[in-house]
């Protein structure tokens, strides 16, 4: 797995998933980056990423191991709004409602989704409320 650009520095490096149908992940995946302005990073033999995320098979050179069970990922939303259009996105390509939008006790502001992923990870969108970043992230390229 190669990649030639990455973004690093918004909480997480990186995060595989291996899943049953990497034709289903991509769609879900796809449709909810879409929402909340990710850009798909790729494809290889067996495997996806985008972001700081890869999503492979479980026969994929990427993978190894067997299928553990479920996570949970948290993706940052930069509005209230791509929140909403994550959770429409999700439920449309072969997402499961785990929790509609709305604000949650976890901090002021704190307002998030959740939805299954076609293998049954809790996926989230939230959005922290307004803040400033130093920069977007470190831009890293080979």
Known sequence: METQEL???RLIDHIQLVVRDLSAARTFYASVFEALNIPMGGEG???FWADELFVSTPDSKAAQGALTGRYHLAF???SRAMVDA???????????????PGERAYHPGYYATFALDPDGNNIEAVYHGEAKRSAPSVHITF
Request: glycine fraction near 20%; aromatic fraction near 12%; hydrophobic fraction near 35%.
């Open 7 to 9: 973004h690093r520095g």
């Open 45 to 47: 033999d067996g495997f």
């Open 76 to 78: 940052q939303a930069q």
């Open 86 to 100: 994550f959770y429409k996105a999700a439920l449309a390509n072969g997402g499961k409602d785990n929790g509609a």
